[in-house]
């Protein structure tokens, strides 16, 4: 996951879902490849499609409360129903994002120049 800009994360999220969690942003991920050598190859976003994957969380989620109620308590599913759709709907704004980064150990000038070879 990341963000646009750097920034503290959400106190409630820090409290009750993920404690101790960060969420760089970009600049913060890029900024450490030269320390280790690494050349950016290719960046892409994932908003959407993990937008779509906290969709479906949420789906499987709902079918399960009775079990999870079980082990946890309604305080805990309403939580967790709140993070699952929140956070899906802060994708779908750009609120968060998430990018996929293809980098090399040193200069590799043997890698494709598109996404073909990814995508086929």
Not at 51 to 58: F, M
Request: net charge positive; proline share 5%.
């Amino acid at each position: 996951m990341t963000r646009r800009k750097k920034q503290p994360v959400d106190p409630w999220i820090q409290k009750y879902i993920f404690p101790g969690g960060h969420i760089p942003s970009v600049r913060e991920i890029i900024s450490l490849f030269p320390d280790y050598e690494l050349y950016l190859q290719d960046v892409e976003s994932l908003r959407l499609h993990y937008a779509k994957t906290l969709d479906s969380w949420a789906s499987r989620f709902e079918k399960h409360v009775p079990g999870i109620e079980q082990m946890h308590d309604e305080r805990f599913v309403k939580m967790w129903r709140l993070y699952l759709q929140s956070s899906a709907a802060f994708f779908r704004l750009g609120g968060l994002d998430i990018h996929q980064f293809v980098f090399t150990k040193g200069v590799n000038n043997e890698l494709e120049c598109t996404r073909k070879h990814i995508y086929k």
